[in-house]
């Protein structure tokens, strides 16, 4: 029989996705703790990106809604939400912190496009910000300013994630780069949502996503910069994240945001080397 810890241990290690690697670097308690929280974010994710039916998909994040409430009311019955409650109280995890990240996919239902960046950053907000608060209360904090700076990182995470996922994202009929900001280089969304036409690489489109490139550059330098020296040790996960993804960004800006017709991504084996090098290097 599966056991809660073992079931989100499997989820997080089935997703393949770079945070794995940063929390292979944390003392047991704290990795059981980022373990669960992150089994539960891909649990609520996986609900808009792998359920085609946006009524049944609706009703299965009601479904979350209505077991985080009864998880913190001491009556858990999802295996995630079984090995998270015991994190919840050390790690100072609240229930409105999960209520939130399921906001963020209830958004992803609702609407397709932003208009402007004030309304991408309210989504960034829910989806990333959140969760950048929540592990870096895992990861431990000592000072209120480490709350911004996970703001700002769990931002530019998810900055790098919409460039990098233009071509996924417009397949399933969603743009998240802004309306302003595509007529602003005369980028017309079907163009995007067409993504094998000759013309999806113009220079409009280059352009566009140099921007976008440049604004998550400066959203990792303006979060490193708020990063409080006291606890620059304790969050060498989110630095691990921090380049990883940064990483990831230059590659896609190497290769002139080819990202239409692909996804780009690192090697596990590279991933673990950034990690082991932030590690040792503490930034």
């Given at each position: 029989?599966?056991?809660?810890e073992?079931?989100v241990?499997?989820?997080?290690?089935a997703?393949g996705?770079?945070?794995?690697?940063?929390f292979?670097?944390l003392?047991p308690?704290r990795?059981a703790?980022?373990t669960?929280?992150?089994a539960?974010?891909?649990e609520?994710?996986?609900v808009?990106?792998?359920?085609?039916d946006?009524?049944?998909?609706a009703?299965?994040?009601?479904w979350?809604r209505?077991e985080?409430?009864?998880?913190f009311?001491?009556?858990p019955t999802?295996?995630?939400?079984?090995?998270?409650m015991p994190c919840?109280?050390p790690f100072?995890i609240?229930?409105?912190?999960?209520?939130?990240?399921i906001?963020?996919?209830q958004?992803d239902?609702?609407q397709?496009?932003y208009?402007?960046?004030?309304?991408?950053?309210?989504?960034?907000h829910?989806v990333?910000?959140v969760?950048?608060?929540v592990?870096?209360s895992?990861f431990?904090r000592t000072?209120p300013?480490?709350?911004?700076?996970?703001?700002?990182l769990?931002?530019a995470?998810?900055l790098?994630?919409?460039i990098?996922d233009?071509g996924?994202?417009a397949?399933?009929?969603?743009?998240?780069l802004?309306?302003?900001e595509l007529?602003?280089?005369d980028?017309?969304a079907?163009?995007i949502?067409?993504?094998?036409a000759p013309w999806g690489y113009?220079?409009?489109?280059?352009a566009l996503m140099?921007?976008?490139?440049e604004?998550?550059?400066?959203?990792?330098d303006?979060?490193l910069?708020?990063?409080?020296?006291?606890?620059r040790?304790?969050?060498k996960?989110?630095?691990?994240?921090a380049?990883?993804?940064?990483?990831l960004?230059r590659?896609?800006?190497?290769?002139g945001?080819?990202?239409?017709?692909q996804?780009t991504s690192l090697t596990?084996?590279r991933?673990?080397?950034?990690?082991l090098r932030t590690?040792?290097?503490?930034?």
């Amino acid at each position: 029989m599966t056991t809660p810890e073992r079931y989100v241990q499997e989820k997080a290690a089935a997703s393949g996705s770079s945070f794995y690697y940063a929390f292979l670097f944390l003392p047991p308690e704290r990795r059981a703790a980022i373990t669960a929280f992150y089994a539960f974010c891909r649990e609520v994710d996986d609900v808009v990106d792998e359920v085609h039916d946006p009524g049944v998909a609706a009703t299965k994040l009601a479904w979350w809604r209505k077991e985080v409430a009864s998880s913190f009311a001491g009556s858990p019955t999802h295996p995630v939400m079984k090995a998270l409650m015991p994190c919840t109280a050390p790690f100072g995890i609240h229930a409105q912190h999960l209520q939130s990240v399921i906001d963020g996919c209830q958004m992803d239902l609702d609407q397709t496009r932003y208009l402007d960046f004030a309304g991408l950053q309210r989504y960034c907000h829910l989806v990333a910000g959140v969760v950048g608060e929540v592990a870096a209360s895992i990861f431990g904090r000592t000072q209120p300013q480490t709350i911004d700076y996970a703001h700002k990182l769990g931002l530019a995470l998810q900055l790098t994630n919409i460039i990098r996922d233009v071509g996924d994202d417009a397949r399933r009929g969603r743009v998240y780069l802004p309306v302003a900001e595509l007529q602003r280089f005369d980028v017309k969304a079907h163009e995007i949502l067409k993504r094998d036409a000759p013309w999806g690489y113009s220079e409009r489109f280059t352009a566009l996503m140099r921007f976008q490139a440049e604004r998550a550059h400066r959203c990792y330098d303006e979060a490193l910069a708020l990063l409080p020296e006291a606890d620059r040790a304790a969050q060498k996960p989110g630095l691990m994240m921090a380049n990883i993804y940064r990483t990831l960004l230059r590659e896609i800006e190497a290769d002139g945001f080819q990202v239409l017709h692909q996804r780009t991504s690192l090697t596990p084996v590279r991933k673990l080397w950034i990690a082991l090098r932030t590690n040792w290097r503490g930034r």
